[in-house]
């Protein structure tokens, strides 16, 4: 008997040591609480008690739920939280699939299919990595099943709702996720996503949010208090993409911005972010197919009012976005006709001169007007109407105007110097502008857009002939390829993160040197331009992939992606983007108008605009080289990038208008014959 004792003393002291051994191996606790649907607006203190003291005890941020496609239900918000990286179900969806009890556990079923059917290889990751570390975790509620399930779909303890949960639960392991769809599930009555921006009224809405508060609140009170928690809104709730709730409550947080290194932005995070900042938080390894990074607290304070009004500003965008496109096409068609109409017969040169200054002035407007704290629609529709008079009267008006070259040249500068200022001091002006991009949307938080671009590479090779117009041989030809390197640097490093527009501007920036240097440019050089461009680029994505994780762009993801055979897909996806936008109604119409103005007036100068391209070229042709290197930059730029035709149609919008008005003003002026001259024609 006595040796049995001793026997169990020895176990128990051992069992305490390892479980001893096991809390103290740098691990904490974390919860992850899913509200489908939930965003900044839904949180007051009135319909929602319990998520407003959990938002004033935490730091707080907006969260981009964006996964593959424009819109994300609950199945895809989930499965990108299991996979770490965008994921999608494959198909129009819902909610996520019940799981089928098994023991402690469940098991979602078919779910296989997401991996081999679907593709989603990366499902799973999140379940595996506790697996592979020893670590349980607990699932509440279907959406926190799919996050937790390992490749299998099994989830090791699982319960069905947040009303069968008790603190006992909520202790058994380090990991816990719950499902909180109350509020989302009014809006899946069909089984999928509505297709209308707010299927429920007002008091519909609340009632539901009501419930889903106070589920979340009995779930935060039986949490162990030593727990970070994790709020997220992690799905859309109709047609519309809206910023969403993403809360972190930890030791320091409180009352702090909320951001992550995956979107370079203090107050803005993805879904991937959750996955990595749980298995940070209970002290497992990080996979490398996870792209996000743990949540990072901002030392800025952070205010619900101030989250409220970044949605605002973004659907503000979003609403304006599409008539503005609309509205330049209409005034470039419109323009290329009038001149058309009015330069054949030589009238109305010096307003034709000042429309086109005013129109190549418009589209660096809409990044100054960030400069100014608009929060309505007529604000920012003022302001980037300001802007443009202010840029128009700027370049027509001072002492420079006497120059063919002089307004080309204002409107060109300060369209490469603010989109290079804005790369350097952080992109604040392309964010939420209407030329640039919005966090709803998600297709980019930081960097250089596919359109802005367009914008710094015609008005960086515009600007820099004019530089060797004036000092012609080598002086001009170092300014253009030096001050060329210099954008291009900033568009393809870690800065602008830029993939396809370093292979598209490296080309242009060569030809544009060649033709001022008074080379001939062949296919094969032209060809090697290109794989120089592609060369240079993979060179920065190398880099930017040896840096840590929190560290890398989408550049370096995108080499992670080669490695693991997901390249193809994603280039594929921004191939059929590109195709897609050949049919838009608002950018070919540009390309094709500006493009058939630009071929009649070489073909047929004095038939199609008084032969003012012809006088460009021969007043300049440093000029003429700038043109060429920009249409070799907005073409490529057009085949390499998923936003397709607004490459070209930008870059074509920006230099066909400024060539214009220098050929204008370059035309020779009729000749006014002398008094003899006169007098013998009246006596012929």
């Known amino acids: 008997m006595r040796r049995v004792l001793v026997v169990m003393a020895v176990l128990l002291f051992v069992g305490g040591f390892a479980q001893a051994g096991q809390a103290d191996d740098g691990g904490g606790r974390v919860a992850l609480i899913g509200v489908p649907g939930l965003h900044w607006n839904d949180i007051t203190p009135n319909d929602t008690p319990n998520l407003s003291r959990l938002a004033g005890a935490s730091a707080i941020g907006s969260l981009s739920v964006r996964t593959v496609g424009s819109l994300t239900c609950p199945y895809d918000g989930w499965l990108t939280v299991s996979a770490g990286t965008r994921s999608a179900s494959g198909y129009s969806c819902g909610a996520p699939p019940a799981p089928e009890a098994s023991g402690q556990g469940a098991v979602i079923p078919d779910y296989r299919y997401l991996i081999d059917v679907a593709g989603q290889r990366n499902a799973g990751t999140l379940g595996e990595a506790l697996k592979a570390a020893g670590q349980c975790s607990v699932a509440v509620g279907p959406g926190a099943a799919l996050a937790l399930a390992d490749r299998s779909g099994a989830v090791s303890r699982y319960l069905a709702s947040p009303d069968q949960v008790t603190a006992a639960d909520l202790t058994q392991c380090r990991m816990v996720a719950a499902e909180v769809d109350d509020l989302i599930r009014p809006y899946l009555a069909s089984g999928k996503l509505p297709r209308v921006p707010d299927q429920l009224g007002a008091p519909e809405r609340?009632?539901?949010?009501?419930?889903?508060?106070?589920?979340?609140?009995?779930?935060?009170?039986?949490?162990?208090?030593?727990?970070?928690?994790?709020?997220?809104?992690?799905?859309?709730?109709?047609?519309?993409?809206?910023?969403?709730?993403?809360?972190?409550?930890?030791?320091?947080?409180?009352?702090?911005?909320?951001?992550?290194?995956s979107t370079h932005r203090d107050d803005i995070s993805i879904l991937p972010d959750l996955t990595a900042t749980a298995l940070t938080t209970v002290g497992v390894p990080v996979p490398?197919?996870?792209?996000?990074?743990?949540?990072?607290?901002?030392?800025?304070?952070?205010?619900?009012?101030?989250?409220?009004?970044?949605?605002?500003?973004?659907?503000?965008?979003?609403?304006?976005?599409?008539?503005?496109?609309?509205?330049?096409?209409?005034?470039?068609?419109?323009?290329?006709?009038?001149?058309?109409?009015?330069?054949?017969?030589?009238k109305g040169l010096p307003w034709v001169r000042l429309a086109a200054v005013a129109l190549a002035s418009l589209p660096v407007s809409s990044y100054l007007v960030n400069l100014l704290p608009w929060s309505t629609l007529p604000g920012l529709i003022g302001g980037a109407l300001g802007w443009t008079a202010a840029i128009t009267l700027l370049a027509c008006a001072g002492p420079w105007r006497r120059s063919p070259l002089g307004p080309l040249t204002v409107v060109a500068g300060i369209t490469a110097l603010t989109l290079a200022g804005d790369l350097l001091t952080g992109t604040t002006l392309q964010l939420n502008s209407i030329m640039g991009y919005s966090a709803e949307v998600g297709a980019r938080y930081y960097g250089l857009g596919n359109i802005p671009f367009a914008l710094l590479a015609t008005g960086t090779l515009l600007a820099t002939t004019?530089?060797?117009?004036?000092?012609?041989?080598?002086?001009?030809?170092?300014a253009v390829a030096v001050l060329g390197a210099f954008a291009m640097v900033l568009g393809g490093s870690g800065m602008g993160s830029d993939f396809g527009g370093v292979i598209a501007f490296v080309p242009g920036i060569a030809v544009t040197a060649l033709l001022i240097a008074g080379k001939r440019v062949s296919i094969v050089k032209l060809g090697a331009f290109c794989v120089a461009g592609a060369v240079i680029v993979m060179t920065f994505a190398v880099i930017n992939y040896l840096q840590p994780p929190d560290k890398?762009?989408?550049?370096?993801?995108?080499?992670?992606?080669?490695?693991?055979?997901?390249?193809?897909?994603?280039?594929?996806r921004k191939l059929s983007a590109m195709l897609a936008t050949l049919l838009s109604p608002n950018l070919m119409p540009i390309v094709i108008a500006a493009t058939a103005f630009l071929v009649y007036a070489i073909l047929r100068p004095e038939q199609a605009s008084a032969g003012v391209v012809p006088a460009a070229f021969t007043y300049s042709p440093a000029l003429r080289a700038g043109l060429i290197g920009t249409l070799v930059s907005g073409v490529l730029g057009m085949l390499v990038n998923d936003s397709g035709a607004a490459v070209l149609s930008m870059a074509l919008a920006l230099a066909i208008p400024l060539l214009l008005s220098a050929g204008i003003s370059a035309l020779p002026r009729p000749s006014v014959p002398s008094v003899g001259e006169q007098l013998a024609r009246v006596t012929k």
């Open 206 to 261: 609340r009632a539901a949010l009501r419930q889903a508060d106070a589920k979340a609140g009995a779930l935060l009170s039986a949490l162990p208090a030593d727990a970070t928690v994790i709020l997220a809104g992690l799905s859309d709730h109709g047609s519309v993409p809206h910023l969403r709730v993403a809360m972190l409550r930890q030791p320091g947080a409180q009352g702090r911005l909320l951001g992550a290194a």
């Open 288 to 346: 490398d197919t996870v792209v996000g990074v743990p949540l990072q607290v901002s030392t800025q304070s952070a205010t619900i009012d101030r989250l409220r009004r970044a949605d605002a500003t973004a659907q503000t965008i979003r609403s304006v976005k599409g008539i503005y496109f609309t509205v330049v096409a209409v005034l470039q068609v419109l323009f290329y006709l009038i001149a058309f109409l009015l330069l054949r017969r030589r």
């Open 466 to 478: 004019t530089i060797a117009h004036h000092f012609p041989g080598k002086v001009g030809v170092a």
């Open 552 to 572: 890398q762009t989408h550049l370096g993801r995108f080499v992670g992606q080669v490695l693991s055979g997901e390249a193809l897909e994603v280039i594929l």
